[in-house]
């Protein structure tokens, strides 16, 4: 769990918004959780420039007090909300405490656009770790009876276990010690708008001169319209081309380099026009591909990187007018540092729906993290708000430009196939998944190792597995065995039932790593 400067905060506090929804007072006595998964970043910011946020949740649940799930998943976002009500007037204060960082939103009344930001979090604390931060704790609040007030909480997290818990000191519960709220303070939302079909979704655009029509998540029906441009390639398919062992953190480093742009080191398919942190050091990576966008009218651009970045969007489908427009990392940023270069953002620019525009990205990375991410504001999103240009948008730059050795390893983006390499005409190839089951998602599922140690320790069942079934319980030299550990020979406890239990000379009782 990391620390970070943040440089993005004012931005966090203005993108906290209504997110475009109208909601009421619904069910008494509980609240939502929505989560999002394959977050770049364990930052607030990230969550909200997220494309599938605050529409499309990986999951929803119920929940019954102001406690979040807890180690639902790594690089994860999540949002909880509903309303406050108190039975008698007077004045509470809340604290949050979660993992890793977390924003406590009130409003003043029940309309979400008047909420306010009363508590947050830039780094992690204990579940019940109270005083460890003074932003966790909100100033004295006065609550009138009878009124219902929205509340927000929105937490990320990168790896390790993930939540977010809300507390209060109350006259009516406990004025002197923090408790969480429960049930009978909270009602759910409801009167939420139809949502849009969920990204690719099958639709018909009513455009009889397109094929392969899919939904882009935010209510807009497209296909791939014909192009007298042969290099216009598949949607969805967006390669990033990365070139390695080459020194220096300037663009002009790898420009110079023998290798690029023909001789790539590796490639992969992103579902996103950027790529998350990595450890990986001095290298290069190139990204091209064709956008179409869903609507005609005024688009902004942002770039961010470490190192040097740079997009360029050209006028129309010819790379030669690529310089038309572009915006510039002249040395690096956070992964949604969307303000730190007065250059890393275009003016608006008129884009017109039946077109197809050129992009390309270079990126330039010496030592440490490197990432890249290109973002974007639509004339169809919240005014202001930058979020992840999605591939939904960009077709494949289909005229070789760089080609790995045939053999070479790669990753074709797509989770049903195995041992992806390079065949002899410069396509990255998997081995198809074969079977019934190929239609699962489980298809892909590398199984942990019997009696492994692992950090999914939570009791959900959508994650849980008999992995020590049929462990037999073993003595090591120098131990002895557990019925002399337990006075009278008791079995042990079902909960350890297939796990190795040991003990020491000195009559200490020994579990696995990770054991409980």
């Not at 967006?238 to 590796?266: C, T, W």
């Amino acid at each position: 769990m990391k620390q970070r400067i943040q440089y993005t905060f004012l931005a966090i506090v203005i993108a906290a918004s209504v997110y475009g929804q109208q909601i009421c007072v619904g069910t008494p006595g509980q609240i939502t959780w929505q989560v999002y998964r394959g977050l770049y970043d364990d930052e607030i910011n990230e969550l909200v420039t997220w494309p599938d946020f605050p529409n499309h949740p990986y999951d929803t649940k119920t929940l019954y007090s102001s406690k979040s799930e807890v180690n639902f998943d790594n690089a994860m976002g999540a949002m909880m909300r509903g309303f406050i009500y108190v039975p008698q007037s007077d004045s509470v204060t809340f604290n949050l405490t979660g993992n890793e960082q977390a924003r406590f939103y009130l409003s003043t009344n029940a309309d979400p656009a008047n909420k306010v930001l009363r508590a947050y979090l830039n780094a992690y604390t204990n579940a019940e770790e109270y005083t460890k931060y003074s932003t966790q704790t909100s100033v004295k609040l006065y609550l009138q009876a009878g009124v219902n007030y929205y509340f927000e909480i929105l937490y990320v997290d990168g790896t390790g276990s993930d939540y977010a818990n809300l507390f209060w000191k109350a006259p009516f519960v406990d004025i002197n010690n923090w408790k969480p709220i429960t049930a009978g303070f909270l009602k759910n939302i409801a009167c939420l708008p139809a949502v849009c079909p969920v990204r690719g979704t099958a639709c018909d655009d009513g455009d009889a001169t397109t094929t392969g029509d899919i939904e882009d998540g935010n209510c807009h029906c497209t296909g791939k319209k014909a192009s007298a441009n042969t290099c216009i390639g598949e949607r969805g398919k967006l390669e990033n081309f990365r070139y390695d062992n080459i020194p220096g953190s300037e663009l002009n480093d790898l420009y110079v380099h023998p290798s690029f742009p023909a001789m790539p080191s590796f490639t992969e398919v992103l579902p996103l026009f950027g790529k998350g942190i990595t450890t990986i050091t001095n290298n290069g990576r190139l990204t091209q591909a064709f956008l179409k966008v869903p609507v005609s009218g005024n688009y902004k651009f942002n770039v961010t990187g470490d190192d040097q970045t740079v997009l360029y969007i050209s006028s129309d489908d010819d790379p030669a007018n690529k310089q038309a427009h572009q915006c510039l990392v002249s040395g690096y940023t956070n992964p949604t540092q969307n303000d730190k270069y007065q250059w890393q953002s275009t003016a608006f620019i008129y884009l017109d729906a039946t077109k197809y525009y050129y992009l390309e990205l270079n990126n330039k990375q010496a030592s440490g993290n490197s990432h890249f991410g290109v973002f974007w504001q639509t004339p169809y999103g919240e005014p202001g708000i930058w979020k992840r240009l999605s591939s939904v948008y960009l077709y494949n730059y289909d005229c070789t430009l760089a080609c790995m050795p045939q053999g070479a390893v790669c990753d074709d983006g797509n989770i049903f196939t195995n041992n992806d390499v390079y065949n002899n005409n410069c396509e990255c190839v998997g081995t198809p998944c074969t079977g019934a089951g190929c239609a699962n998602p489980l298809a892909s599922y590398v199984p942990y190792e019997k009696c492994n140690v692992t950090d999914q320790v939570d009791n959900r069942s959508d994650i849980s597995w008999l992995s020590c079934k049929d462990c037999q319980i073993q003595i090591r030299p120098g131990f002895q065995p557990l019925d002399q550990i337990r006075p009278g020979g008791n079995p042990p406890p079902a909960y350890l039932s297939g796990v190795e239990l040991q003990r020491s000379q000195s009559d200490r009782l020994w579990l696995p790593a990770g054991g409980h």
